[in-house]
């Protein structure tokens, strides 16, 4: 049953019950008027026969007293009438006419206890209200009983019994309340017609609205409201079927934008809100992996890190993890967990060219075609899948899970896009560790400085620089070089210049950020990079690592002294289309400094070059 047959019932239920309890009251109060009507006239009966017949005894007329009771039986609305005597007054006066005497146990009861009574017949045919008042025996008012009976205060000297007919009373009633009746039905029509009229359309919008909503739970966004409605009502309808369609075109495009970052076959449902949720929760974790790993020491750590995700997350219990030695061509099993015997493929350690997964570059699936990889021997029933994984252009992963279960081995296939998801993430990581092992590996660092020599810069600036675009970061290149520098030496010895470079050196490792590099350039000169720097505060820099240098005392004997330095600084990529190009404008800008009289920092401008020269 719809809403709007509902509220029509429930009105139509509410209606009746108003309508039964008035036709109930006006019936109860009409009865009860009725027989009030007639108590009324009973006791007025009653009174005017008892005052006509103290008239008649006074006045010495009691046997013409039968005259009067005739004429009072005669009355059109009285069925019947008669009188009863008590005891007592039968004692005193005799048993009066025949009709003087109790006719029923009602007469004697009123007679006995002194207390009216009344009874009704009433069937289909007829109704008859019968009511028996008694006479009591009082010496105060008018008249005074006690001077003709022979009685005390209280005594019950007699009683009169009356029938009233009420069936025309009772018929009016019956009509009144068929009237009531139907008033109350036309009204209830009326009702419910005006009801119907009004609500359909409010209980229209309400059912579309949750139909709506119905399809909007499942991800569906594209029903919207068709009813046309007047008033404020019309309003309501368009802007619902315009927040359904923005939600529509949102959770669309939050979705593809989403995708962009995130894809996976697991992820992937009909509800746009429930997969955008899933993609946020899973970008989430992402981040949270790669925050933590890019404070791990070194790649090892981010290894064990990808292990636990395997295993905890992703609930892996059979696999292989390799690293592969692009330059040498091999590959080396770092990890495994359970039976490395259920997928052997050792055979290719030594020729990493020879696994399908590295040489294709394409993840391997061994129920894509029979005997798929030549070199796997899995065990029978073993299933695999390869997952390669390139860090940089020296090294590469391989990650290699198999199973006997076929439930877990399709399980396997929904998640592997997911694995690829954190591996994403780790290649920067991991290629930034790689990159530090190597140069712990290599002689790429000033003896004297401990700084990065220019050999290291000449390695490895190129990846910094794509690793800077990759990222759509920039660097600030500041060359520094010491004034007057070989007036030291020649001085006080090369023994008192080496402490001079030293103690540079030390302040440029000490009031860098981690994430910036300083490089022993050659000699007394020095090359230092900020990585994404905020521009306002280059100069600050330079400034306080120039004031810092110039507050040292230098001992050469019984002799102090102190140094100054000149900078120059340029900007990539603002200024200089590469790294190198702007240690270049670096220079020439050092080079103004020095001409402008040392002890000066100069930001490169293009009016440094005049036709193609130096400044």
């Known amino acids: 049953m719809n809403s709007q047959k509902k509220l029509l019932l429930i009105v139509t239920v509410m209606l009746l019950i108003l309508m039964t309890a008035i036709v ?171 009801i119907n009229y009004f609500f359909k359309p409010i209980v229209t919008l309400f ?97 064990e890190r990808i292990y636990y995700i395997l295993e905890e997350r992703f609930h892996i219990k059979n696999y292989k993890f390799y690293l592969i030695d692009k330059e040498k061509n091999e590959r080396e099993l770092i990890h495994y967990k359970g039976d490395i015997s259920q997928c052997d493929c050792s055979d290719v350690d030594k020729n990493a060219e020879l696994c399908r997964a590295n040489r294709t570059h394409t993840e391997v699936l061994s129920i894509d075609f029979e005997n798929v990889c030549h070199f796997c021997k899995a065990s029978e029933g073993t299933e695999y899948l390869c997952i390669p994984f390139d860090i940089n252009n020296e090294l590469a992963i391989v990650l290699s899970i198999y199973t006997n279960d076929i439930e877990e081995y399709k399980h396997i296939q929904t998640i592997f896009t997911d694995i690829e998801n954190y591996l994403e993430a780790a290649k920067p990581v991991l290629e930034s560790k790689f990159l530090m092992q190597k140069l712990k590996e290599s002689s790429l660092k000033d003896g004297l400085t401990g700084l990065y020599n220019r050999r290291f810069l000449e390695s490895f600036i190129d990846k910094f620089a794509k690793q800077a675009d990759r990222a759509e970061k920039s660097y600030a290149v500041m060359m520094i070089d010491i004034d007057f520098f070989k007036m030291v030496n020649d001085t006080y010895g090369h023994d008192v210049g080496d402490t001079v470079i030293k103690e540079l050196g030390h302040i440029l490792k000490n009031n860098i950020r981690s994430s910036d590099m300083a490089i022993r350039y050659g000699g007394e000169e020095f090359l230092v990079l900020l990585y994404n720097p905020d521009k306002e505060k280059v100069l600050n820099i330079a400034q306080n690592l120039a004031d810092k240098f110039k507050n040292i005392e230098f001992q050469a004997g019984n002799t102090t002294f102190k140094k100054t330095l000149s900078i120059g600084i340029a900007y990539y990529q603002d200024q200089a289309e590469s790294i190198w190009q702007a240690i270049k404008f670096a220079d020439t800008a050092l080079y103004a400094a020095k001409e402008g009289g040392r002890n000066r920092i100069i930001e490169f401008d293009p009016s440094m070059y005049q036709n193609g020269e130096k400044y």
Not at 180 to 188: S, T
């Open 24 to 194: 109930i009251n006006v019936a109860l109060n009409f009865r009860e008027y009725s027989y009030k009507s007639a108590l009324d006239k009973a006791n007025a009966t009653a009174e005017y026969v008892r005052d006509g017949l103290t008239a008649h005894m006074v006045n010495s007329i009691m046997d013409k007293r039968e005259f009067f009771l005739n004429n009072i039986k005669n009355h059109k609305d009285i069925k019947d009438f008669w009188i009863i005597r008590s005891p007592k007054v039968i004692e005193q006066f005799g048993p009066g006419f025949k009709n003087e005497g109790a006719r029923d146990e009602l007469d004697k009861e009123v007679i006995k206890t002194g207390k009216m009574r009344y009874e009704i017949e009433e069937n289909s045919d007829k109704a008859i209200l019968r009511v028996t008042i008694p006479y009591i025996a009082s010496a105060y008012g008018s008249p005074n009983c006690l001077q003709c009976h022979n009685a005390k205060e209280g005594d019950v000297l007699g009683a009169i019994s009356v029938k009233f007919d009420i069936q025309d009373t009772r018929n009016a009633g019956i009509l009144t309340i068929a009237k009531i009746i139907g008033i109350n039905i036309v009204f209830l029509i009326i009702a419910l017609l005006s």
């Open 207 to 303: 059912q579309e609205l949750s139909q709506m909503i119905r399809y909007a739970h499942m991800g569906d966004y594209s029903k919207r409201i068709k009813l046309k409605i007047k008033g404020e009502g019309q309003e309501v309808v368009e802007q619902i079927n315009n927040l359904f369609e923005k939600l529509e075109s949102t959770f669309k495009n939050l979705k593809n934008s989403l995708s962009t970052f995130v894809a996976s076959s697991q992820i992937s449902c009909q509800n746009p809100l429930e997969e955008s949720q899933k993609i946020i929760n899973e970008l989430s974790n992402i981040y949270k992996f790669k925050k933590t790993i890019e404070l791990d020491r070194t790649y090892k750590d981010i290894f």
